[in-house]
Structure formats: C-alpha cells, structure tokens
T-cell receptor
Framework: DTEVTQTPKHLVMGMTNKKSLKCEQH?????MYWYKQKAKKPPELMFV???????INESVPSRFSPECPNSSLLNLHLHALQPEDSALYLC??????????????FGPGTRLTVL | AQTVTQSQPEMSVQEAETVTLSCTYD???????LFWYKQPPSRQMILVIR??????QNATENRFSVNFQKAAKSFSLKISDSQLGDTAMYFC?????????????FGEGTQLTVNP
C-alpha cells in the first residue's frame, strides 16, 4: 500500500466554524507533513511531524492546529479561518525526515473554501 | 538560502514529441537531492524522477530523463515520446542534506500541455 489518503475531499466552512482535516498512511512512514497550496503555485510547508512529534512549524497562525494521534494518522484542526485560507491542503509522508533522498508521498488533498 | 527557479511557466508539445523542462537552483551545500514532481489536473502529486548530487550519472525512468549539470546548478527534465497523460504541472524541488531538515524547496512550476 503506497497511498496517502485524505478526507474530506472538499470542505466549505464559515469563519466561525471548527472543522478537521484527516490524513492517513499505512506505509510505516515516520514523517508526515502538511502543506498549503494555492492555485498554480507550489506547495508551502506548514508542519512536519517526526515520530509523532512536531518538529517543524513554519510560523503558521494558531487557527491551524496539527495533531498526530499515532504514526499512521495526521489531523489538522481548523478554527476561525479567514477567506484567504481557502486553498488545497496536502498531506505527505516519507520514511523519515532525516534521510534527504526519501521520497515524499502526497495525498490527493482537501480543497477548502472559507466563506 | 536555497532557491529553485523554473523559468518556463507554460509549455506545450505535440503527442509523441520530446520536450525539455528547465530548472536551475542555488545551494551552498555539496550534498543534496533534486526531484521532479508531477501534479496532473485535480490529481495528486507524484514523484517523476530523483537525482543525488554526488552521482554524476543522470537519472532515467522510462521516458523521463534528467540532464544534471552540477557546476551550472542546472537540472532539466526531458520527456520523450510525450503522451496525453503527461499533461500536468511539473515542479522541480531541492532538498539539502545538512541544513534543510525535511524541507523541500519547490520551484514555481511549469504547466505542460501535450496536444493530440
């Protein structure tokens, strides 16, 4: 199984809502990532988890809250988002974060619209 | 800081022809990895090909090959016998060994359209 799955595929939320994005992989990878991608732009790194511990936070606003309950699951909790947060949110995983040749496997993304 | 530049925002090619996408980068490290990722419309990003900087031999994967020029800091992707399914956004990416941790530095991307 070389797949990263993400749910939901699409999400529309108001600025006062609380919602969560979910990401799952069963490849035994120990590094997992959240990216934000705007249309026709490259992905921007948000968070990195290594062995279930947060290792990189790219100065992301606190309205985005990541969580890694176990080595296969990664969540992104959303609260009080702004319209400019509308984007494609990608999850990725790799064997670990130390070895630079390791490929990152990407999920299909959640397309988020904030009204 | 590392940077990756893709100077061709859009390219098009006829089916069965060959096309080359360019990528230049800047890094102060001697050991690093370079990647080409493909993102088809509304589909997930997948790795096309990977090159290790200390290997002089250019990587190849079926119809995809790279021209890696370390001194010039250039890493172009050649797609031979282009197929309609190659239509996608292509991102060049750099990962340094020592300083970047998990970070992939992406270029701005090249939108490739393969025409029938």
């Amino acid at each position: 199984d070389t797949e990263v799955t993400q749910t939901p595929k699409h999400l529309v939320m108001g600025m006062t809502n609380k919602k969560s994005l979910k990401c799952e992989q069963h490849m035994g990878h120990r590094a997992m990532y959240w990216y934000k991608q705007k249309a026709k732009k490259p992905p921007e790194l948000m968070f990195v988890y290594s062995y279930e511990k947060l290792s990189i936070n790219e100065s992301v606003p606190s309205r985005f809250s990541p969580e890694c309950p176990n080595s296969s699951l990664l969540n992104l909790h959303l609260h009080a988002l702004q319209p400019e947060d509308s984007a494609l949110y990608l999850c990725a995983s790799s064997q670990d974060r130390e070895r630079s040749y390791n490929e990152q496997f990407f999920g299909p993304g959640t397309r988020l619209t904030v009204l | 800081a590392q940077t990756v530049t893709q100077s061709q925002p859009e390219m098009s090619v006829q089916e069965a022809e060959t096309v080359t996408l360019s990528c230049t980068y800047d890094t102060s490290e001697n050991n690093y990895y370079l990647f080409w990722y493909k993102q088809p419309p509304s589909r997930q990003m997948i790795l096309v090909i990977r090159q290790e900087a200390y290997k002089q031999q250019n990587a190849t994967e079926n119809r995809f090959s790279v021209n890696f020029q370390k001194a010039a800091k250039s890493f172009s992707l050649k797609i031979s016998d282009s197929q309609l399914g190659d239509t996608a956004m292509y991102f060049c990416a750099l990962r340094e060994y020592e300083t970047s941790g998990s970070r992939l530095t992406f270029g701005e991307g090249t939108q490739l359209t393969v025409n029938p």
